[in-house]
């Protein structure tokens, strides 16, 4: 039982650049979540989807969109990438349908990414 | 003035002692209190949540809350070297998620 998957772990990029962060999970879960975590910052909502077909803008939404592709798979894309999103970012689900303020939140190992 | 604040430590502490770890928050309509633990380049795990008014143990582990003052603590008896770690405390705001503080940093010395 693999939980809550990620990729890639690692990535850096050039100010600019494009890319999309990959999360997946098998608990069959319906909601999802993206965090960014910075030093002295917590655990910042980027964006969630209480369930399949829905997405809603968290704390930090801006210079990110994503992707419920189906109940599995939740993906968060830059689209011109900035050094303040340099950052360490992970994806979490949680069982229920809709935001997860009661109840256990898996996240997944993380992906460090670099804005150079 | 943050919504859910920590002392970013480090608190250090023996091995064998109680660790005491603090969290205030500003939503006096929170109803759900969340404490994980991130070891260093790992993702956080949950260890404790506390909904009412008092005390709630799971093993070493106690929470504390006490919502007229707006706090809630973990406590860690016989701390071990294992249980150094950062920890996270979580409350619901009432909005869209939980709100995360930006955590302790706790050690244990050997």
């Known amino acids: 039982n693999a939980g809550v998957t990620q990729t890639p772990k690692f990535q850096v990029l050039k100010t600019g650049q494009s890319m999309t962060l990959q999360c997946a999970q098998d608990m069959n879960h319906n909601s999802m979540y993206w965090y960014r975590q910075d030093p002295g910052m917590g655990l910042r909502l980027i964006y969630y989807s209480a369930s399949e077909g829905t997405t809603d803008k968290g704390e930090v939404p801006n210079g990110y969109n994503v992707s419920r592709l189906n109940k599995r798979e939740f993906s968060l894309r830059l689209e011109s990438a900035a050094p303040s999103q340099t950052s360490v970012y992970f994806c979490a689900s949680s069982r229920g349908q809709g935001p997860a303020t009661n109840e256990k939140l898996f996240f997944g190992s993380g992906t460090q990414l670099s804005v150079l | 003035q943050k919504e859910v604040e920590q002392n970013s430590g480090p608190l250090s502490v023996p091995e064998g002692a109680i660790a005491s770890l603090n969290c205030t928050y500003s939503d006096r309509g929170s109803q759900s209190f969340f404490w994980y633990r991130q070891y260093s380049g790992k993702s956080p795990e949950l260890i404790m949540s506390i909904y009412s008014n008092g005390d709630k143990e799971d093993g070493r582990f106690t929470a504390q809350l006490n919502k007229a003052s707006q706090y809630v603590s973990l406590l860690i008896r016989d701390s071990q070297p294992s249980d150094s770690a950062t920890y996270l405390c979580?409350?619901?705001?009432?909005?869209?998620?939980?709100?995360f503080g930006s955590g302790t940093r706790l050690q244990v010395q050997p």
């Open positions: 979580a409350v619901d705001t009432g909005r869209r998620a939980l709100t």
